[in-house]
């Protein structure tokens, strides 16, 4: 499916009805990737208003037990992998709708990136349905993301996979999920957040991530969304 990079921000803007169909209007945006940096800044995703429950995804590289912190945002987990030396924080917040974007503080100079996720109809009392566990390795060209079973009638479950150095053309998912937001390849720690719909409790996964490169540090979950 044709998709597009707009203006300055790295907003992922996918082309054609059949992916808006399925993830129901999903929209996304990225930050730029950081080097040792303490702050990142993530746009808020297209159409996004006052009050719209936002999801964000940030990946680190470089393990901390402390979580970012950005105003008006719980973290719901934080979750690190040692034999990739990396980190995936999920959080949930409500979009201020002021174009300004949203503010990321890490507790520790970091190379890191983000992603901001507008789910149309979510759940904004109880986002999150459930959490599978992380994956991660030091080496290897595939790596099998631990299933997550929802929870809900009407689910989102994302796949979100962190790669170091950055996105690969091959660091997708498995069929049937379709691809959400990707960081721009080859710069840094790249993050790639993948989606598919789900009815009722049922598990999905486990699924595989393809590396195209050995030497890629990956690890990944899974998050199911109550809609």
Do not use: C, H
Not at 137 to 152: F, H, K, N, R, Y
């Amino acid at each position: 499916m044709p998709s597009i990079y707009v203006g300055e921000q790295k907003e992922l803007v996918w082309l054609g009805s059949g992916l808006s169909r399925r993830l129901g209007g999903v929209t996304s945006s990225t930050s730029p990737v950081i080097t040792a940096g303490t702050t990142l800044s993530i746009p808020e995703p297209a159409g996004s208003i006052v009050g719209d429950t936002l999801v964000l995804l940030v990946a680190t590289e470089g393990v901390s037990v402390l979580p970012p912190v950005s105003t008006g945002f719980t973290v719901d987990t934080a979750l690190a992998n040692a034999n990739a030396n990396s980190a995936i924080f999920v959080m949930a917040g409500v979009a201020v709708g002021d174009g300004l974007g949203i503010a990321v503080t890490l507790p520790l100079p970091l190379n890191a990136v983000g992603v901001a996720v507008r789910v149309p109809n979510i759940n904004a009392a109880d986002p999150f349905g459930a959490v599978g566990a992380l994956a991660g390795q030091a080496v290897g060209l595939t790596l099998e993301i631990p299933s997550v079973t929802t929870v809900s009638d009407d689910n989102l479950v994302l796949a979100v996979t962190a790669s170091v150095p950055g996105n690969g053309n091959g660091t997708n998912i498995t069929r049937p999920f379709d691809i959400v937001a990707q960081t721009p390849p080859g710069v840094g720690i790249g993050l790639t957040v993948q989606g598919k719909r789900q009815s009722g409790q049922k598990q999905v996964g486990p699924s595989s991530l393809v590396n195209v490169g050995a030497s890629r540090r990956q690890l990944g979950l899974m998050v199911s969304l109550n809609l």
